[in-house]
Nanobody, 114 residues
């Protein structure tokens, strides 16, 4: 079974940038869509960005600041996050939707603080 492993989180100052990666243990080509979610303390998990084929979508709160992309050859999903704000602090999870299954990674912590 394909497993997803996120990396790239950490502590960054407001206005800074991070790039999250989600490495799959197998081919991601079979997934119809891949997504980034986040969950802040005391809040529900929310969809941040999604990619399906060549189509991308973003939550209003991150439009213009975050970019989702994937490299099928490397079996990796990315989330480039620029101009980070304290309200972006959360655990970020990648998610992959297949025809028969849905995969989740274990999450990576992003903390935006001065």
């Amino acid at each position: 079974q394909v497993q997803l492993v996120e990396s790239g989180g950490g502590l960054v100052q407001p206005g800074g940038s991070l790039r999250l990666s989600c490495a799959a243990s197998g081919s991601i080509f079979r997934f119809s869509a891949m997504n980034w979610y986040r969950q802040a303390p005391g809040k529900e998990r929310e969809l941040v960005a999604s990619i399906a084929g060549f189509s991308t979508n973003y939550a209003d709160s991150v439009k213009g600041r975050f970019t989702i992309s994937k490299d099928n050859a490397k079996n990796t999903l990315y989330l480039q996050m620029n101009n980070l704000k304290p309200e972006d602090t959360a655990v970020y999870y990648c998610n992959a939707i297949g025809s028969l299954d849905i995969k989740w990674g274990q999450g990576t912590q992003v903390t935006v603080s001065s």
